[in-house]
């Protein structure tokens, strides 16, 4: 596969990948992507990351629901960071409920949040604890 | 600074710094700050970005003359993403001359660039060589 042999893949074997929400142009939140992940989203046609915590595939949604679907997938120019441009299943790519991750906002030098959560993440995560 | 110290920087004490335009949405580049940068982009109100091959702060714009000016600083969930909104000087973000960084897409397992160039390189960096 030539197109990921031409990605400037850090030294863990990532590149960083923003996804971004069709039609309304959010900047939902940024993660990681490894070979298979990459290879993975790009044939399946839903985001697949890499979680570095848990040093394992990500298939984005596979316990909330929240599932990405790609709409276009692009590389900048120095081949090391990836934009997805997706379509968010639930409205909440965010993992505390939010309708994207970027929801704390720098104000009088302070961290203010400034999106409601829509859902409560004990009923998105009802596998877990 | 209390909001500098809630920000997970990474082990070279860097944060992935991603920068959306006003206005268009657009997706314009992902860079990288460290604590004295992002200090100064929230300070002076321009993007000020850590150059990690040329080991020094970056004034975005310091050579082009295309700077960033700053409307709205955010932090994600995990504290370690900033997603900066910008107006772009010059409606040109990237070295190659682009209005923003990612004009490579994904097509039939093939980076096609998708997105003209607006301005001759050679022309954004005088100094330069």
Same mark, same amino acid.
């Given at each position: 596969?030539? *197109?990921?042999?031409?990605?400037? *893949?850090?030294? &863990?074997?990532?590149?960083?990948?923003? #996804?971004?929400?069709?039609?309304?142009?959010? =900047?939902?939140?940024?993660?990681?992507? @490894?070979?298979?992940?990459?290879?993975?989203?790009?044939?399946?046609? /839903? #985001? =697949?990351?890499?979680?570095?915590?848990?040093?394992?595939?990500?298939?984005? $949604?596979?316990?909330?629901?929240?599932?990405?679907?790609?709409?276009?997938?692009?590389?900048?120019?120095? @081949? &090391?960071?990836?934009?997805?441009?997706?379509?968010?299943?639930? $409205?909440? #790519?965010?993992?505390? $409920?939010? /309708? /994207?991750?970027?929801?704390?906002?720098?104000?009088?030098?302070?961290?203010?949040?400034?999106?409601? =959560?829509?859902?409560?993440? @004990?009923?998105?995560?009802? @596998?877990?604890?």
């Amino acid at each position: 596969m030539k *197109w990921l042999d031409e990605i400037k *893949w850090t030294d &863990d074997g990532l590149i960083a990948t923003i #996804a971004q929400e069709t039609g309304t142009g959010k =900047v939902l939140m940024m993660a990681w992507m @490894n070979r298979e992940s990459l290879q993975l989203t790009a044939k399946t046609g /839903h #985001a =697949v990351y890499y979680s570095r915590s848990r040093q394992r595939l990500w298939h984005k $949604g596979e316990e909330s629901g929240n599932q990405q679907i790609i709409k276009d997938i692009r590389l900048d120019c120095d @081949n &090391d960071v990836i934009l997805l441009e997706v379509e968010q299943k639930g $409205g909440i #790519a965010c993992h505390t $409920g939010r /309708h /994207h991750c970027f929801f704390k906002q720098l104000k009088d030098n302070q961290w203010l949040e400034v999106e409601p =959560v829509l859902k409560d993440p @004990n009923d998105m995560y009802q @596998n877990q604890g």
